[in-house]
């Protein structure tokens, strides 16, 4: 089981800013993902963004060229760094893990996650 918890930043301002972060604690080796999912207000969790064990990144088309996803690894900690934020980009925030090779976006396939951080898109 891996611990996961995630530090916000609360209110970001639309042009960009350091987004949340992810600590991990546990089993973290071996062939994994750390990802990013949201979740809107009425609106079902979506798939973010994810980063591989082996460094790999992913991203949702809906932040692809806005979002970057990455890690130090010797603070176990991924980060999400946010620019050109729009309104939509308001959600409350999760980290998740899952052990395993193959990327999965659905949520369902996510073993850990995070308690979630509020991110408000302020323009």
């Known amino acids: 089981q891996v611990q996961l918890v995630e530090s916000g930043v609360g209110l970001l301002q639309a042009v960009g800013s350091l987004g949340p972060s992810c600590a991990a604690s546990?089993?973290?080796?071996?062939?994994?993902?750390i990802a990013w999912f949201r979740q809107a207000p009425g609106k079902e969790r979506e798939f973010v963004s994810a980063?591989?064990?082996?460094?790999?990144?992913y991203y949702a088309d809906s932040v692809k060229g806005r979002f970057t996803i990455s890690r130090d690894n010797a603070k176990n900690t991924v980060y999400l760094q946010m620019n050109s934020l729009k309104p939509e980009d308001t959600a409350l925030y999760y980290c998740?893990?899952?052990?395993?090779?193959?990327?999965?976006?659905?949520?369902?396939?996510?073993?850990?996650w995070g308690q979630g951080t509020q991110v408000t898109v302020s323009s």
């Open positions: 998740a893990f899952r052990i395993g090779s193959a990327l999965y976006t659905n949520p369902n396939n996510y073993d850990d």
């Open positions: 546990g089993r973290t080796f071996g062939t994994y993902y």
């Open positions: 980063i591989r064990w082996s460094g790999g990144t």
